[in-house]
């Protein structure tokens, strides 16, 4: 099969996909890759503990082991779409696939917390390619009607299952093998994903006047965001007073404010400043800040008293944590408005 961005392309594909290849087969691999950058959020909850005691992870670092990955994927999740936008959305899936891949398999050989946490925070910046591009892949690829509508509940849904699914599926690696293979078991999909993405979707055309991308806006937001959980984090233990806690908060006051500043100055910003006049929003992005941050907390919790305070195995920790994740992706599934 030749691999030029001249080849003839199936009408209605926006220039995606290879003529051979159905339009079902981007679909499959934006919901396998959504369905791996889910999963991987919620499957090193039930780990955390055989983590803690083979790394000696202290209580903060175990708590970044989770918030390493989401501050990253978060983060730069707006610059990632940007930049699938300007260079293309096969290049920036490949990029964010073979970075999430090599994550994952650094993750598992970990001797050290400070390395775990490196290669989770990259784990998170390579998912908020994916995360940004699977969606776009399918938007591409069906253009309007129906079979977006179908092809969105489906990526949708696999979301959700993922979310469920990854609490039992941490419980049976980390009881069966160990910690390590809730890293391991993203190289083999990760691979396969890269195989398909090479074969299924074709090159975008160059664009030879490129906007540039805010860089500095995604650093500072990331930036600031981090100082702010580091401070809260640490005003646990040290209190509200303390010269760590208040140096952190106020970084992050000085950072998140300068993000602003930012996109209100440059020419290309992440966020257009007059978007957060629009009320909806403003109160959306209030219900799922809330949302994700106390879906987060009781996880990350529950995990850690379900095995250290009760006693459980990882696996069932994995099981009794089963029915919340699955109310959880039966709601989002059927609160999709029909189409």
Known sequence: MSNTASAVLRPGASGLIYPHIAPGAAVAIACVASFMVVMDGAIVNVALPAMQADLGLSPVALQWVVDAYL??????????????????????LQYGLLLFTLASLAGGMATSGSWLLAARALQGFGASALATSTLAVIVAVHPGGAARARAISLWAASSSIASALGVV??????????????MYVNVPIGAGLMAAVAWCLAPSRANAQRPGLDIPGAVAI?????????????????????????????????????????????QHPLVRPAIWRVHNVRMGNVVVLCLG???????????????????????????????????????AIISRPSH
């Open 71 to 92: 501050l990253m994927l978060g983060g730069f999740m707006l610059l990632a779409a940007r930049a699938g936008d300007l260079f293309g959305r096969k290049r920036v």
């Open 169 to 182: 599926v941490g419980g049976v690696l980390t009881t069966q093998a160990n910690w390590r293979w809730v």
């Open 222 to 266: 990331t930036l600031g965001m981090g100082a702010l959980m580091y401070g809260v984090s640490q005003s646990v233990s040290q209190g509200w007073g303390a010269v760590t806690v208040v140096s952190a908060l106020l970084a992050a006051a000085v950072l998140i404010g300068a993000f602003f500043a930012i996109q209100a100055r440059v």
């Open 293 to 331: 941050a106390s879906l987060t907390a009781s996880t990350f919790f529950t995990s850690m008293v379900l095995q250290n305070l009760a006693g459980y195995s990882a696996l069932d920790t994995g099981l009794a944590m089963l029915p919340m994740g699955l109310t959880l992706a039966l709601a």
